[in-house]
């Protein structure tokens, strides 16, 4: 089971249509869309997803916010999801590129509770560090 982080927390995966590889998706389905893609060149593929989902195959891996924030600039207006090795610290980075949800694991989601996903959270290290002096 995965766990879906939003704005509101951690919630059940809401998008019960399901998601498929770019070309194998139907209509209502989302798209596994790989961070390799050139976004620019598939564009006419998934313009009218109601989902796309993009992997992050580790948390040092970046891709997959360059290719939200260029889905965005094209105009996509459906459902962004950055799934896999997402943390708690790169929320807001996900949610200013374009995503609107990042699904995470149950390991990962008891590792990093939810109140440590809160996207207004403005704790640093700085300011944790000046508490302290």
């Known amino acids: 089971m995965s766990v879906i982080v939003t704005d509101a927390g951690f919630g059940p995966d809401s998008f019960n249509a399901g998601f498929a590889p770019l070309g194998e998706a139907r209509a209502e389905q989302g798209i596994d869309l790989p961070n390799t893609a050139d976004v620019v060149a598939i564009w006419d593929s998934v313009k009218a997803a109601p989902a796309i989902r993009i992997p992050f195959p580790s948390s040092a891996d970046g891709r997959g916010y360059s290719i ?58 700085q300011s944790k560090f000046r508490r302290s002096a």
């Open 68 to 125: 939200a924030s260029r889905l965005r600039d094209l105009g996509y207006q459906g459902r962004l999801r950055a799934e896999g090795h997402v943390i708690a610290d790169q929320y807001r980075k996900a949610r200013g590129s374009g995503f609107d949800e990042v699904e995470i694991s149950e390991e990962l989601a008891a590792r990093q509770p939810e109140p440590q996903w809160d996207p207004v959270q403005k704790i640093s290290y």
